[in-house]
């Protein structure tokens, strides 16, 4: 798909998409729940899922949508994490993962209990484009219309940046 016609239904998707003014990645989220009819909550990554672990992905399960997310990051990168992940659900994206790459992620979750996992680590394919640029066009609206904020705490630098390298296939071993 070409970037302008990807452009153009991202921003058509934008149109009916109900953001809160001002903006707060909580209510965007219940606010979505409530449409959809469905719980979505979300979890910060299990500790120990690894360094090849993406900073973040959404698991739908029979009863629910969860987006876990990257806990070490600084608020901002938090909520762009968030933002991709609820594109994806947006979108109707559906990408099934194998149950190895799952159980090595959630151990303690039975797989038979999940519907599907959409985790990413690298943006290759449409849909990944779409759902990255949906979030930037939600986080460019929303930063048209609120005040800076302070950055928060500092993560952890290095490890931010190696995470980003391995998303853009340029990660070191």
């Given at each position: 798909m070409s970037l302008r016609r990807l452009r153009q239904q991202c921003e058509?998707?934008?149109r009916e998409i109900d953001v809160p003014d001002p903006f707060d990645i909580e209510v965007f989220c219940?606010?979505?729940a409530e449409r959809r009819g469905r719980p979505l909550q979300v979890l910060?990554?299990?500790?120990?899922?690894?360094?090849?672990?993406?900073?973040?992905?959404?698991?739908?399960t029979h009863r629910r949508d969860i987006v876990f997310v990257e806990a070490a990051t600084s608020p901002l990168h938090r909520e762009h994490i968030i933002l991709h992940e609820v594109a994806h659900i947006i979108c109707g994206h559906a990408e099934e993962v194998p149950v190895d790459t799952f159980a090595r992620l959630l151990p303690h979750l039975d797989a038979d209990m999940v519907g599907r996992v959409l985790g990413r680590?690298?943006?290759?394919?449409?849909?990944?484009r779409e759902a990255e640029l949906l979030a930037s066009l939600i986080?460019?609206?929303?930063?048209?219309?609120?005040?800076?904020?302070?950055p928060g705490p500092a993560p952890d630098i290095a490890a931010v940046l190696n995470r980003a390298a391995r998303t853009l296939g340029q990660g070191r071993d």
């Amino acid at each position: 798909m070409s970037l302008r016609r990807l452009r153009q239904q991202c921003e058509a998707r934008l149109r009916e998409i109900d953001v809160p003014d001002p903006f707060d990645i909580e209510v965007f989220c219940a606010r979505l729940a409530e449409r959809r009819g469905r719980p979505l909550q979300v979890l910060p990554l299990p500790e120990g899922v690894g360094p090849d672990a993406p900073c973040g992905f959404w698991m739908a399960t029979h009863r629910r949508d969860i987006v876990f997310v990257e806990a070490a990051t600084s608020p901002l990168h938090r909520e762009h994490i968030i933002l991709h992940e609820v594109a994806h659900i947006i979108c109707g994206h559906a990408e099934e993962v194998p149950v190895d790459t799952f159980a090595r992620l959630l151990p303690h979750l039975d797989a038979d209990m999940v519907g599907r996992v959409l985790g990413r680590t690298s943006y290759t394919t449409d849909e990944e484009r779409e759902a990255e640029l949906l979030a930037s066009l939600i986080l460019a609206r929303v930063r048209r219309a609120r005040p800076p904020q302070s950055p928060g705490p500092a993560p952890d630098i290095a490890a931010v940046l190696n995470r980003a390298a391995r998303t853009l296939g340029q990660g070191r071993d």
